[in-house]
């Protein structure tokens, strides 16, 4: 779909979504019916000779988009989390330009990615303390915090009540496939070394 079949009401939906890093559905549908009736979108559709999208409902206005963001390797994500559905604009690609994009230093892209091996793998309780020891050399622990403090701002994890660290919504998101396959791999080493105790 050409990104001009669109019309100002897909528009101004995709530019708020774009601005926030994750939208409540709720939130997302009552501002896709102000759109509507700012840009007019009924009569839009009956004076419109060329061929447009004949979207009616949220799913309608994500699938149309989404068309039309695929070819940038963007697509609008559709999850649950805390018993609620959100949306985000994720890309889907893990390439040296994406790497660009973060304000994260390679250190810190690697201490994250430590921590979030050892939180898909561990069994127990994981909190600020588990993830300040497995900081790089160099780090001191208020830098430690301040990262992971931010990690929590922006979504990649989440403090429960009992302090302990979770993965937040971007975590569960944008970084489904890493988190299964530490998960995977741990598995196979538990039923591997299972193996080997039994011989």
């Known amino acids: 779909m050409a990104e001009d079949s669109l019309t100002d009401t897909h528009r101004h939906l995709m530019q708020f979504m774009m601005s926030r890093r994750f939208v409540e559905e709720r939130e997302l549908k009552q501002k896709l019916e102000e759109y509507k009736q700012q840009h007019q979108y009924s009569e839009v559709l009956q004076q419109q000779k060329k061929v447009i999208p004949r979207d009616n409902q949220l799913e309608d206005f994500i699938n149309s988009l989404n068309q039309c963001l695929s070819f940038m390797h963007f697509r609008i994500h559709k999850s649950k989390h805390n018993d609620k559905v ?31 091996s050892k939180m898909a793998t561990v069994k127990k309780r ?18 430690s915090d301040l990262f992971i403090n931010s990690l929590v701002e922006e979504g990649w994890l989440e403090e429960n009540a009992d302090s302990s660290l979770g993965f937040g919504i971007r975590s569960k998101t944008e970084l489904e496939n890493l988190i299964s396959s530490f998960s995977t791999e741990d598995e196979a080493e538990e039923a591997e070394e299972a193996e080997e105790e039994d011989e």
């Open 86 to 116: 959100f949306y985000t604009v994720i890309n889907e690609l893990d390439d040296d330009v994406s790497k660009l994009a973060t304000r994260f230093s390679i250190d810190e892209l690697q201490y994250f990615k430590t921590i979030v």
């Open 126 to 143: 994981f909190g600020k303390r588990d993830a300040n020891n497995l900081r790089p050399k160099g780090m001191s622990i208020e830098s």
